[in-house]
């Protein structure tokens, strides 16, 4: 039924990864049936068929960018929207079976991202160790608790799955990563305006028009809503052709945001709807703050310039 919250999740598996670490910050997740995907296709698929109620997939890291296969999955085949991001430091950490020593390590699984991450950590403490690239953090960290490797670089969540202890915490060369993940259902009524929103759309532009993506811009621009992300993915039509997936500040029921859809999708080849969601508050000091729309574009602005035109029309 539609509005009925979810409680069958899929994510971005295997067990014991940030994905996993990420859905279990979701109250109804905690409470709900948590099932771990090999890949971003699969655990949407399994939304799309009926399996799932969500899915929680990478969207984009702050360090190694957006994730591809997602902004793909989401632009093509049968449609999903986003109902909640959720953002989540990237806290790595070094651990190894208990009684192992930093001085005893000579090898040291991790995911290629991971490992990258971490380059300058492991250079300054662990310069003579082999590194050993595997498929997740969860499997890097299976492998060191089954003595395959001295030590795995991992998430906080694979550590007490595997027995390791931690050698050493927060060992990233950038302290602020952060990873923003996507919470994703079948189409329906988006969540209520919070005031504090994020509409996310995959614009296809039409090719044949200059200008076309400064006209899109636009649309957004004099309507005061601020566009937080642009990123652009090939079709796979032909060399040169791309979607732009837009993140703006708003809701699909605001004026003025509804406004700009609207122009978006009278010049575009097409527009696809992504989602209005809310604003992951996950730093309150110094988090990203909603840009205020400037003066006459504000949605009461709008509707003070709606009632002068109805009172025009009136005669009055």
Not at 282 to 309: F, I
Request: hydrophobic share 40%; aromatic share 6%.
């Amino acid at each position: 039924m539609p509005g009925t919250p979810p409680t069958r999740f899929a994510f971005l598996g295997p067990e014991g990864t940030f994905s996993e670490q990420a859905l279990r910050t979701i109250p109804a997740a905690e409470h709900g049936t948590r099932t771990p995907a090999r890949s971003v296709p699969e655990a949407l698929d399994s939304v799309r068929a009926g399996d799932s109620d969500a899915a929680l997939v990478p969207l984009e890291n702050s360090v190694g960018g957006a994730v591809g296969v997602t902004l793909d999955e989401l632009a093509e085949g049968e449609p999903l929207v986003i109902t909640r991001e959720v953002i989540l430091p990237v806290d790595f950490v070094l651990g190894a079976r208990p009684g192992t020593t930093i001085a005893a390590i000579r090898s040291v699984a991790a995911h290629p991202q991971a490992s990258t991450q971490c380059r300058q950590w492991l250079r300054s403490h662990l310069p003579d160790a082999a590194v050993v690239d595997v498929l997740s953090n969860a499997t890097a960290a299976t492998g060191a608790a089954e003595g395959r490797y001295d030590a795995a670089i991992c998430a906080p969540i694979g550590l007490a799955r595997h027995r390791l202890a931690v050698l050493a915490d927060k060992i990233s060369d950038h302290p602020d990563a952060v990873t923003r993940f996507a919470l994703v259902s079948r189409p329906g009524p988006p969540p209520p305006p919070t005031g504090d929103d994020v509409t996310s759309l995959a614009v296809y532009i039409a090719h044949d028009r200059v200008g076309v993506l400064l006209s899109v811009l636009m649309e957004l621009a004099v309507r005061g809503v601020n566009l937080t992300r642009i990123e652009s993915r090939p079709t796979g039509e032909a060399l040169g052709r791309y979607v732009f997936f837009l993140d703006c500040t708003g809701h699909v029921a605001d004026v003025r945001l509804g406004e700009a859809l609207q122009g978006l999708r009278r010049i575009c080849a097409d527009v696809r709807f992504l989602g209005s969601y809310p604003r992951h508050r996950w730093n309150e000091a110094g988090g990203d703050r909603p840009v205020p729309a400037p003066a006459g574009l504000s949605d009461t602005d709008y509707a003070d310039a709606a009632a002068w035109l109805a009172r025009l029309r009136r005669g009055e």
